[in-house]
């Protein structure tokens, strides 16, 4: 035996094959553990973000209805003024008759030289809104109409006042709900609280 020769003689490593041949790969992924983790993660984030996305609904539908309304009572005042007549706004169901039962129905803007708080032949429609779902909205001076004069003032339901407020609540109450202050001059602004500074009342 050629002991010089064996001396060159080493151990080959592992080659990470199988009897056939075959490479073998070592297979990852998530154990049990790491699974439960990531599942109760993910739902701690989902609880965290369903209220904060609610909410976000709701203060956005709160507001569009708010700045629908505002933007309406801008039209009739404009068109009063300039068509020197009268221009009437009622809660309206059907979108050409005032029909509606509460302004949540809807609305529409027309003029109304006759003041009958009917649309009648010959009188134009100019704006018009949709229901609004999950909204209130109620007056005590406009109860479901209010007519602009020539002048730009509002009259209310006696035909005498010249002011008025909207209150728009939804189901968090009266602690969220929004105020539409019209003035003297009839000209509409949001506020958080009554003419008087007292607080909002939802139904």
């Keep these: 035996m050629n002991v010089g020769h064996s001396a060159h003689l080493c151990t080959r490593a592992p080659t990470g094959k199988n009897q056939q041949g075959y490479v073998m790969q ?24 369903v209220p904060a996305l609610s909410l ?40 050409n008759a005032c029909d509606g039962a509460a302004w949540a129905d809807g609305w529409i803007v027309f003029e109304d030289p006759d003041s009958d708080q009917a649309v009648d032949a010959g009188e134009t429609i100019v704006a018009s809104a949709d229901r609004k779902n999950d909204v209130v909205i109620s007056s005590a001076e406009f109860p479901v109409f209010l007519s602009y004069r020539p002048n730009g003032r509002v009259a209310n339901a006696g035909l005498n006042g010249s002011a008025g407020a909207f209150t728009v609540c939804d189901q968090r109450g009266a602690e969220r709900a929004k105020v539409m202050l019209i003035d003297l001059s009839g000209r509409p602004r949001q506020s958080k609280t009554m003419a008087d500074g007292s607080n909002p009342a939802c139904a």
């Design 26 to 49: 070592r297979q990852k992924g998530l154990t049990l553990i790491e699974l439960m983790i990531g599942v109760g993660l993910a739902g701690l984030l989902l609880s965290l973000g």
């Design 56 to 95: 976000f609904v709701q203060n956005g539908r709160q507001t569009a209805a708010v700045n629908e309304f505002v933007s309406s009572m801008h039209v009739a005042r404009s068109t009063a003024v300039t068509t020197n007549a009268r221009v009437t706004i009622c809660a309206s169901r059907s979108g």
